[in-house]
């Protein structure tokens, strides 16, 4: 049973550069939540997709935005880049009803 | 303004010994509570959690406590192990809301 996988490991982007992060679920799970964790913090909650539809969001600007396809899987996009952006991208399946979350390895995102 | 707050943000414990790591929350819609440890390079792994319905929960080596009244719960790592070295972080879910409120982090570093 495969967990939650997130492509690519790594990225290097530019300042004022677009970028598209992706997620593939854990099997059965519908449910998908996005979190930045920057160095030596705690993840951040971005937003949450659910039926292919954004069912809550953090304290994020509209540069982050996301999409749901209907096998579940999801993309983060972040448009205009800033150097604060930098972080670890993580992802989280569940299932609606259901408190526990399961983690991808996240996505390493550099922006210079 | 941080909704769970997590202590310490570091932590030396000998082989064998007890590792304790605490966290307070103020909001008391919150009504789940797990504690995730992450290793370097990876995404935080789900170690246990609890439901503030009952104030004790224990797996192995790893025990929740959870004091209702003062809004405080608690990790104890038993028989600390050198591989139990990673960090660790609380995190609170409110009541009917899927979305994770993460603590700060505990850096734990078990010495052989």
């Known amino acids: 049973d495969a967990g939650v996988t997130q492509s690519p490991t790594h990225l290097i982007k530019t300042r004022g550069q677009q970028v598209t992060l992706r997620c593939s679920p854990k099997?059965?799970?519908?449910?998908v939540s996005w979190y930045q964790q920057a160095l030596g913090q705690g993840p951040q909650f971005i937003f949450q997709y659910y039926e292919e539809e954004e069912r809550q969001r953090g304290n994020f600007p509209d540069r982050f935005s996301g999409h749901q396809f209907p096998n579940y899987s999801s993309e983060l996009n972040v448009n205009a880049l800033l150097l604060g952006d930098s972080a670890l991208y993580l992802c989280?399946?569940?299932?609606?009803?259901?408190?526990?979350?399961?983690f991808g390895p996240g996505t390493r995102l550099t922006v210079t | 303004q941080q909704q769970v707050k997590q202590s310490p943000q570091s932590l030396i414990v000998q082989k064998g010994g007890i590792s304790i790591i605490n966290c307070a929350y103020e909001n008391t819609a919150f009504d789940y509570f797990p504690w995730y440890q992450q290793f370097p390079g990876k995404g935080p792994a789900l170690l246990i959690a609890?439901?503030?319905?009952?104030s004790e929960k224990k797996e192995g080596r790893f025990t929740i406590s959870f004091n209702k009244s003062a809004k405080q719960f608690s990790l104890h790592i038993m028989d600390s192990q050198p591989g139990d070295s990673a960090t660790y972080f609380c995190a609170a879910i409110p009541y009917n809301f899927n979305k994770f409120y993460f603590g700060s982090g505990t850096k734990l570093n078990v010495k052989p």
């Open positions: 989280a399946s569940s299932l609606p009803a259901d408190d526990e979350q399961y």
């Open positions: 609890i439901r503030p319905d009952v």
């Open positions: 099997s059965g799970h519908d449910t």
